[in-house]
Nanobody, 120 residues
């Protein structure tokens, strides 16, 4: 059993900042990658940022230079620092991980989502 707990969403004005955090717990042997996706109403879900076990990162072109993803391996936590937020960043943000369970099975897990609203 694996759980993801997300926090940090909310309402912010354009140009503001938010910090999203996601902590994984449960029957985890190791985490292969952690990241964030987002989905706005009427839009497809898209990758925002991903960080792998070797700290290699990937970002959507739309957030490069504004968002930074990092992880704390000891705490099984991933953080997304979002700066210079724009209205088009408004979406539900979902934390995701690929974890190797204590049964040595690789599986993907998703958080419930946290709403980020950027509005003047």
């Amino acid at each position: 059993q694996v759980q993801l707990v997300e926090s940090g969403g909310g309402l912010v004005k354009p140009g503001g900042s938010l910090r999203l955090s996601c902590a994984a717990s449960g029957s985890i042997f190791s985490i292969n990658y952690m990241g964030w996706y987002r989905q706005a109403p009427g839009n497809e879900r898209e990758l925002v940022a991903l960080i792998r076990s070797g700290d290699r990162t990937n970002y959507a072109d739309s957030v490069k230079g504004r968002f930074t993803i990092s992880r704390d391996n000891a705490a099984n936590t991933v953080v997304l620092q979002m700066n210079s937020l724009k209205p088009e960043d408004t979406a539900v943000y979902y934390c995701t991980i690929e974890a190797t369970t204590t049964r040595y099975i690789d599986m993907d897990y998703w958080g419930k989502g946290t709403l980020v609203t950027v509005s003047p």
